[in-house]
Protein backbone atom coordinates (compact mmCIF):
# COMPACT_ATOMS: atom_id res chain seq x y z
CA UNK A 1 0.00 0.00 0.00
CA UNK A 2 2.77 2.41 1.20
CA UNK A 3 4.61 1.95 -1.87
CA UNK A 4 1.57 2.36 -4.21
CA UNK A 5 1.46 5.97 -2.52
CA UNK A 6 5.14 6.35 -3.04
CA UNK A 7 4.53 5.63 -6.88
CA UNK A 8 1.92 8.07 -7.10
CA UNK A 9 3.87 10.78 -5.53
CA UNK A 10 6.82 10.17 -7.51
CA UNK A 11 5.04 10.42 -10.97
CA UNK A 12 2.95 13.38 -9.56
CA UNK A 13 6.69 14.79 -8.90
CA UNK A 14 7.97 13.92 -12.61
CA UNK A 15 5.23 15.43 -13.90
CA UNK A 16 5.57 18.64 -12.27
CA UNK A 17 9.44 18.61 -12.71
CA UNK A 18 8.66 18.13 -16.41
CA UNK A 19 6.03 21.05 -16.84
CA UNK A 20 8.36 23.25 -15.16
CA UNK A 21 11.40 21.99 -17.04
CA UNK A 22 9.18 23.05 -20.49
CA UNK A 23 7.95 26.18 -19.19
CA UNK A 24 11.27 27.39 -17.90
CA UNK A 25 12.89 26.00 -21.46
CA UNK A 26 10.44 27.81 -23.19
CA UNK A 27 11.35 29.69 -26.31
CA UNK A 28 8.77 32.47 -26.16
CA UNK A 29 7.46 34.24 -23.18
CA UNK A 30 3.83 34.47 -24.35
CA UNK A 31 0.79 37.61 -24.35
CA UNK A 32 -2.60 36.61 -25.25
CA UNK A 33 -3.25 36.84 -28.62
CA UNK A 34 -6.38 39.48 -29.43
CA UNK A 35 -8.48 37.74 -32.00
CA UNK A 36 -10.21 39.73 -34.12
CA UNK A 37 -14.25 41.09 -33.60
CA UNK A 38 -16.77 39.36 -36.20
CA UNK A 39 -16.14 43.16 -37.94
CA UNK A 40 -18.90 44.95 -39.51
CA UNK A 41 -17.49 46.10 -42.16
CA UNK A 42 -16.92 42.16 -43.39
CA UNK A 43 -20.15 41.73 -45.57
CA UNK A 44 -18.85 40.30 -48.10
CA UNK A 45 -19.38 36.28 -48.07
CA UNK A 46 -16.55 33.71 -48.76
CA UNK A 47 -17.07 32.25 -52.20
CA UNK A 48 -14.78 29.99 -54.51
CA UNK A 49 -12.97 32.10 -57.48
CA UNK A 50 -9.83 31.28 -56.60
CA UNK A 51 -10.51 27.70 -57.48
CA UNK A 52 -10.02 29.51 -60.88
CA UNK A 53 -6.63 30.41 -61.38
CA UNK A 54 -4.15 29.44 -63.72
CA UNK A 55 -1.10 28.19 -63.13
CA UNK A 56 2.04 30.39 -64.37
CA UNK A 57 5.51 28.06 -64.02
CA UNK A 58 3.89 25.05 -61.84
CA UNK A 59 6.57 23.13 -60.69
CA UNK A 60 9.87 25.86 -60.93
CA UNK A 61 8.86 28.17 -59.01
CA UNK A 62 9.36 26.96 -55.11
CA UNK A 63 7.06 29.02 -52.72
CA UNK A 64 7.27 32.13 -54.46
CA UNK A 65 5.81 34.63 -51.84
CA UNK A 66 5.55 37.87 -53.14
CA UNK A 67 5.24 38.98 -57.15
CA UNK A 68 5.69 42.63 -58.85
CA UNK A 69 5.55 43.68 -62.04
CA UNK A 70 7.39 46.36 -63.98
CA UNK A 71 6.50 48.88 -66.51
CA UNK A 72 6.91 46.24 -69.56
CA UNK A 73 4.75 44.48 -68.28
CA UNK A 74 7.12 41.53 -66.71
CA UNK A 75 6.39 39.61 -63.84
CA UNK A 76 8.88 38.95 -61.32
CA UNK A 77 8.84 36.64 -58.31
CA UNK A 78 11.68 35.38 -55.52
CA UNK A 79 11.63 31.73 -54.38
CA UNK A 80 12.85 29.76 -51.83
CA UNK A 81 16.21 28.27 -53.93
CA UNK A 82 17.39 32.30 -54.14
CA UNK A 83 16.22 32.69 -57.12
CA UNK A 84 14.53 36.04 -59.20
CA UNK A 85 13.01 34.09 -61.83
CA UNK A 86 10.94 36.69 -64.42
CA UNK A 87 7.78 36.18 -67.29
CA UNK A 88 8.05 37.60 -70.05
CA UNK A 89 5.03 38.92 -71.98
CA UNK A 90 6.14 36.79 -74.82
CA UNK A 91 5.29 33.77 -71.97
CA UNK A 92 8.68 32.41 -71.34
CA UNK A 93 10.13 32.78 -68.49
CA UNK A 94 13.93 33.67 -67.37
CA UNK A 95 15.52 32.32 -64.50
CA UNK A 96 17.47 35.95 -63.65
CA UNK A 97 19.06 36.52 -60.93
CA UNK A 98 20.52 34.11 -57.76
CA UNK A 99 21.68 34.78 -54.47
CA UNK A 100 22.46 32.17 -51.59
CA UNK A 101 19.16 32.50 -49.85
CA UNK A 102 16.43 30.56 -48.77
CA UNK A 103 14.72 33.34 -47.62
CA UNK A 104 13.94 36.22 -49.78
CA UNK A 105 10.17 37.96 -49.43
CA UNK A 106 8.76 41.08 -50.41
CA UNK A 107 9.80 42.61 -53.88
CA UNK A 108 8.87 45.34 -55.27
CA UNK A 109 10.30 47.17 -58.88
CA UNK A 110 12.59 50.05 -58.53
CA UNK A 111 11.25 53.38 -60.95
CA UNK A 112 15.03 53.81 -62.60
CA UNK A 113 15.44 49.72 -63.60
CA UNK A 114 15.88 46.86 -61.25
CA UNK A 115 14.21 45.17 -58.29
CA UNK A 116 14.37 45.74 -54.83
CA UNK A 117 14.32 42.34 -52.58
CA UNK A 118 13.58 41.83 -48.81
CA UNK A 119 16.00 39.05 -47.49
CA UNK A 120 15.62 38.10 -43.84
CA UNK A 121 19.36 37.03 -43.68
CA UNK A 122 20.64 39.98 -45.48
CA UNK A 123 18.45 42.84 -44.79
CA UNK A 124 17.33 44.64 -48.16
CA UNK A 125 18.94 44.10 -51.96
CA UNK A 126 18.39 45.65 -54.89
CA UNK A 127 18.87 43.36 -58.05
CA UNK A 128 19.99 44.98 -61.21
CA UNK A 129 21.15 43.34 -64.66
CA UNK A 130 24.39 44.19 -63.46
CA UNK A 131 24.26 42.45 -60.03
CA UNK A 132 23.03 42.52 -56.49
CA UNK A 133 23.91 45.21 -54.17
CA UNK A 134 22.70 45.55 -50.51
CA UNK A 135 21.32 48.75 -49.77
CA UNK A 136 20.63 48.68 -46.04
CA UNK A 137 21.77 46.19 -43.37
CA UNK A 138 21.63 47.84 -40.36
CA UNK A 139 19.51 50.25 -38.96
CA UNK A 140 20.81 52.44 -35.76
CA UNK A 141 23.92 49.81 -35.62
CA UNK A 142 21.67 46.74 -35.19
CA UNK A 143 21.65 44.03 -38.24
CA UNK A 144 18.27 44.10 -40.09
CA UNK A 145 16.84 40.70 -39.97
CA UNK A 146 13.72 39.63 -41.24
CA UNK A 147 12.48 41.70 -43.76
CA UNK A 148 9.50 41.16 -44.81
CA UNK A 149 8.31 43.80 -47.80
CA UNK A 150 9.28 47.19 -49.31
CA UNK A 151 7.26 49.96 -51.68
CA UNK A 152 9.92 52.44 -53.44
CA UNK A 153 8.72 56.21 -53.57
CA UNK A 154 9.01 58.33 -56.52
CA UNK A 155 11.58 60.14 -55.11
CA UNK A 156 13.76 56.73 -54.16
CA UNK A 157 12.80 56.12 -50.64
CA UNK A 158 12.72 52.86 -49.95
CA UNK A 159 10.22 52.10 -47.28
CA UNK A 160 10.41 48.53 -45.92
CA UNK A 161 9.16 46.26 -42.80
CA UNK A 162 10.80 44.52 -40.21
CA UNK A 163 8.56 41.40 -39.20
CA UNK A 164 10.25 40.42 -35.80
CA UNK A 165 13.41 41.82 -34.67
CA UNK A 166 12.99 38.51 -32.01
CA UNK A 167 12.50 35.81 -34.08
CA UNK A 168 13.55 34.19 -37.71
CA UNK A 169 11.26 33.24 -41.01
CA UNK A 170 12.07 29.64 -39.70
CA UNK A 171 10.54 30.85 -36.18
CA UNK A 172 7.78 33.16 -37.43
CA UNK A 173 5.21 30.48 -35.52
CA UNK A 174 6.55 31.42 -32.01
CA UNK A 175 6.49 35.37 -32.84
CA UNK A 176 2.48 34.95 -33.30
CA UNK A 177 2.39 32.53 -30.38
CA UNK A 178 4.78 35.26 -28.26
CA UNK A 179 2.33 37.81 -29.64
CA UNK A 180 4.70 40.61 -28.80
CA UNK A 181 5.10 43.55 -31.01
CA UNK A 182 8.44 43.23 -32.44
CA UNK A 183 8.02 44.66 -36.05
CA UNK A 184 9.00 47.93 -37.40
CA UNK A 185 8.50 49.65 -40.51
CA UNK A 186 11.79 51.41 -41.71
CA UNK A 187 12.98 53.94 -44.38
CA UNK A 188 16.10 53.86 -46.43
CA UNK A 189 16.91 57.15 -47.81
CA UNK A 190 18.62 56.97 -51.01
CA UNK A 191 20.69 60.33 -50.71
CA UNK A 192 22.08 59.49 -47.42
CA UNK A 193 22.21 55.65 -48.24
CA UNK A 194 20.49 55.61 -44.60
CA UNK A 195 18.13 53.72 -43.00
CA UNK A 196 15.95 54.99 -40.16
CA UNK A 197 13.10 53.66 -38.15
CA UNK A 198 9.43 55.59 -38.94
CA UNK A 199 6.98 52.76 -37.37
CA UNK A 200 8.06 50.58 -33.94
CA UNK A 201 6.52 48.29 -31.82
CA UNK A 202 4.25 46.50 -34.58
CA UNK A 203 2.59 43.15 -34.37
CA UNK A 204 4.75 41.44 -37.28
CA UNK A 205 5.43 44.28 -39.61
CA UNK A 206 4.06 42.64 -43.21
CA UNK A 207 3.00 44.13 -46.61
CA UNK A 208 3.96 47.50 -47.46
CA UNK A 209 2.56 49.75 -50.03
CA UNK A 210 1.87 53.83 -51.19
CA UNK A 211 -1.02 55.13 -51.75
CA UNK A 212 -2.07 55.97 -55.33
CA UNK A 213 -0.85 60.10 -54.76
CA UNK A 214 1.77 58.60 -52.54
CA UNK A 215 0.01 60.83 -49.82
CA UNK A 216 0.14 58.06 -47.59
CA UNK A 217 1.70 54.53 -46.39
CA UNK A 218 0.00 51.11 -45.15
CA UNK A 219 1.77 49.04 -43.07
CA UNK A 220 0.14 45.60 -42.17
CA UNK A 221 0.42 44.37 -38.63
CA UNK A 222 -0.27 40.62 -39.30
CA UNK A 223 -0.65 39.72 -35.94
CA UNK A 224 -3.09 42.68 -35.18
CA UNK A 225 -5.56 41.58 -38.26
CA UNK A 226 -5.03 45.12 -39.15
CA UNK A 227 -3.25 47.58 -41.39
CA UNK A 228 -1.85 50.95 -40.48
CA UNK A 229 -1.95 54.15 -42.22
CA UNK A 230 1.09 56.60 -42.11
CA UNK A 231 0.41 60.02 -43.90
CA UNK A 232 3.37 61.48 -45.62
CA UNK A 233 2.09 64.55 -46.63
CA UNK A 234 -0.77 66.88 -45.61
CA UNK A 235 -1.64 68.13 -42.74
CA UNK A 236 -1.61 65.12 -40.85
CA UNK A 237 2.06 64.12 -42.30
CA UNK A 238 3.66 61.81 -39.69
CA UNK A 239 0.49 60.55 -38.02
CA UNK A 240 -0.35 57.14 -38.22
CA UNK A 241 -3.91 55.84 -37.54
CA UNK A 242 -5.69 52.55 -38.51
CA UNK A 243 -6.26 51.97 -42.57
CA UNK A 244 -8.59 48.54 -41.48
CA UNK A 245 -8.99 46.60 -38.45
CA UNK A 246 -10.84 43.16 -37.68
CA UNK A 247 -10.03 41.01 -41.19
CA UNK A 248 -10.74 37.95 -41.36
CA UNK A 249 -7.45 36.81 -41.49
CA UNK A 250 -3.86 38.18 -40.58
CA UNK A 251 -2.93 40.27 -43.50
CA UNK A 252 0.37 39.51 -45.49
CA UNK A 253 1.34 41.47 -47.93
CA UNK A 254 -0.70 44.02 -49.59
CA UNK A 255 -0.68 45.91 -53.10
CA UNK A 256 -1.60 49.17 -54.62
CA UNK A 257 -3.79 48.47 -57.92
CA UNK A 258 -4.25 50.70 -60.86
CA UNK A 259 -7.91 52.18 -59.76
CA UNK A 260 -6.00 53.11 -56.31
CA UNK A 261 -7.41 50.62 -54.60
CA UNK A 262 -5.91 47.84 -52.44
CA UNK A 263 -4.99 44.52 -52.47
CA UNK A 264 -4.50 42.29 -49.42
CA UNK A 265 -3.55 38.57 -48.94
CA UNK A 266 -5.03 37.31 -45.70
CA UNK A 267 -3.71 34.45 -43.72
CA UNK A 268 -5.61 31.54 -41.65
CA UNK A 269 -2.97 31.73 -38.92
CA UNK A 270 -5.86 31.13 -36.47
CA UNK A 271 -7.22 28.03 -37.50
CA UNK A 272 -11.09 27.05 -36.51
CA UNK A 273 -10.67 24.61 -33.68
CA UNK A 274 -7.76 25.93 -32.49
CA UNK A 275 -8.64 29.76 -31.08
CA UNK A 276 -8.07 28.61 -27.45
CA UNK A 277 -4.53 27.87 -28.36
CA UNK A 278 -4.10 31.93 -28.82
CA UNK A 279 -5.87 32.74 -25.89
CA UNK A 280 -4.33 30.81 -22.88
CA UNK A 281 -0.54 31.61 -21.90
CA UNK A 282 0.42 28.39 -20.04
CA UNK A 283 -1.00 26.29 -22.81
CA UNK A 284 1.55 28.64 -25.55
CA UNK A 285 4.37 27.97 -23.51
CA UNK A 286 4.20 23.97 -23.81
CA UNK A 287 3.05 23.84 -27.03
CA UNK A 288 6.23 26.10 -28.47
CA UNK A 289 8.16 23.25 -27.08
CA UNK A 290 6.78 20.73 -29.48
CA UNK A 291 7.24 21.01 -33.39
CA UNK A 292 4.60 19.05 -34.35
CA UNK A 293 1.94 20.67 -31.77
CA UNK A 294 3.19 24.30 -33.62
CA UNK A 295 2.61 23.03 -37.38
CA UNK A 296 -1.08 21.29 -35.82
CA UNK A 297 -2.27 25.08 -34.72
CA UNK A 298 -0.83 26.19 -37.88
CA UNK A 299 -2.16 23.80 -40.64
CA UNK A 300 -5.35 25.97 -41.26
CA UNK A 301 -2.70 27.98 -43.53
CA UNK A 302 -2.70 25.47 -45.99
CA UNK A 303 -6.49 24.90 -46.34
CA UNK A 304 -7.17 28.03 -47.22
CA UNK A 305 -6.56 31.19 -49.52
CA UNK A 306 -8.11 34.46 -49.29
CA UNK A 307 -7.46 37.82 -51.04
CA UNK A 308 -9.62 41.33 -50.72
CA UNK A 309 -9.71 44.48 -52.07
CA UNK A 310 -10.00 46.91 -49.88
CA UNK A 311 -10.68 51.22 -51.01
CA UNK A 312 -8.49 54.14 -50.05
CA UNK A 313 -10.86 54.84 -47.70
CA UNK A 314 -10.71 51.29 -46.00
CA UNK A 315 -13.53 49.81 -46.93
CA UNK A 316 -13.83 45.79 -48.57
CA UNK A 317 -14.98 45.70 -52.14
CA UNK A 318 -14.27 42.47 -53.34
CA UNK A 319 -13.26 39.20 -51.73
CA UNK A 320 -11.93 35.70 -53.44
CA UNK A 321 -10.90 32.78 -51.32
CA UNK A 322 -10.32 28.99 -51.94
CA UNK A 323 -11.80 27.92 -48.83
CA UNK A 324 -10.39 24.53 -49.13
CA UNK A 325 -6.92 25.52 -50.35
CA UNK A 326 -7.49 22.69 -52.61
CA UNK A 327 -6.43 24.73 -56.18
CA UNK A 328 -4.01 27.07 -54.39
CA UNK A 329 -3.20 28.05 -50.65
CA UNK A 330 -1.14 30.29 -48.08
CA UNK A 331 -1.85 32.97 -50.53
CA UNK A 332 0.99 35.58 -49.25
CA UNK A 333 0.33 38.11 -52.33
CA UNK A 334 -2.02 39.72 -55.03
CA UNK A 335 -0.90 41.99 -57.63
CA UNK A 336 -3.58 43.56 -60.36
CA UNK A 337 -2.13 44.26 -63.77
CA UNK A 338 -4.18 44.69 -66.76
CA UNK A 339 -7.11 43.05 -65.21
CA UNK A 340 -5.90 40.20 -64.07
CA UNK A 341 -4.99 39.07 -60.20
CA UNK A 342 -1.46 37.39 -59.71
CA UNK A 343 -0.85 35.47 -56.80
CA UNK A 344 2.31 34.56 -54.82
CA UNK A 345 2.30 31.96 -52.04
CA UNK A 346 4.33 30.08 -49.41
CA UNK A 347 2.21 26.52 -50.09
CA UNK A 348 2.66 26.38 -53.85
CA UNK A 349 4.81 25.93 -56.93
CA UNK A 350 3.10 28.39 -59.29
CA UNK A 351 2.17 31.73 -59.11
CA UNK A 352 -1.69 32.08 -59.38
CA UNK A 353 -2.91 34.33 -62.28
CA UNK A 354 -7.14 35.21 -61.76
CA UNK A 355 -9.18 37.15 -64.55
CA UNK A 356 -10.92 40.06 -63.11
CA UNK A 357 -13.23 40.56 -65.70
C1 LIG B 1 10.80 35.86 -75.03
O1 LIG B 1 11.35 37.16 -74.76
C2 LIG B 1 12.60 37.15 -74.10
C3 LIG B 1 12.97 38.59 -73.75
O2 LIG B 1 12.82 39.43 -74.84
C4 LIG B 1 13.64 36.45 -74.96
O3 LIG B 1 14.90 36.42 -74.29
C5 LIG B 1 13.17 35.03 -75.22
O4 LIG B 1 14.07 34.38 -76.09
C6 LIG B 1 11.78 35.04 -75.86
N1 LIG B 1 11.31 33.67 -75.92
C7 LIG B 1 10.59 33.20 -76.94
C8 LIG B 1 10.19 31.77 -76.86
O5 LIG B 1 10.27 33.89 -77.88
C1 LIG C 1 -15.41 54.20 -49.86
O1 LIG C 1 -15.02 54.10 -51.21
C2 LIG C 1 -15.84 53.25 -51.99
C3 LIG C 1 -15.18 53.09 -53.35
O2 LIG C 1 -14.65 54.28 -53.83
C4 LIG C 1 -17.24 53.83 -52.03
O3 LIG C 1 -18.08 52.98 -52.80
C5 LIG C 1 -17.78 53.91 -50.62
O4 LIG C 1 -19.04 54.53 -50.61
C6 LIG C 1 -16.82 54.70 -49.73
N1 LIG C 1 -17.28 54.57 -48.35
C7 LIG C 1 -17.26 55.58 -47.49
C8 LIG C 1 -17.73 55.27 -46.11
O5 LIG C 1 -16.88 56.69 -47.79
CA1 LIG D 1 5.73 43.66 -52.62
CA1 LIG E 1 5.07 39.19 -46.50
Known amino acids: MALIKHAWLLLLLLVIAFLLQIIFFSPISPDILELPSPSSVLIVPSNNRLQEVIKLGEGFLPAPEDVAVDKNGILYTATRDGWIRRLHRNGSWEDWMKVESSTLLGITTAKRGGLIVCDCEKGLLKFTDDGVTVLASHVHGSEIRFADDAIEASDG ?79 SKGKTEIFIENLPGAPDNINLAPDGTFWIALLQVVFKGTEFVHTSRALKLIISNFPKAIGLVFSGLKKKATVINVAANGSILRRFDDPTGSVISFVTSAVEFEDHLYLGSLNTDFVGKLPLK
Do not use: M
Open 157 to 235: SVYFSVASTKFQLHTWHLDVLEAKPYGQLLKYDPATEETSILLDGLYFANGVALSKDEDFLLVCESWRFRCLKHWLKGE
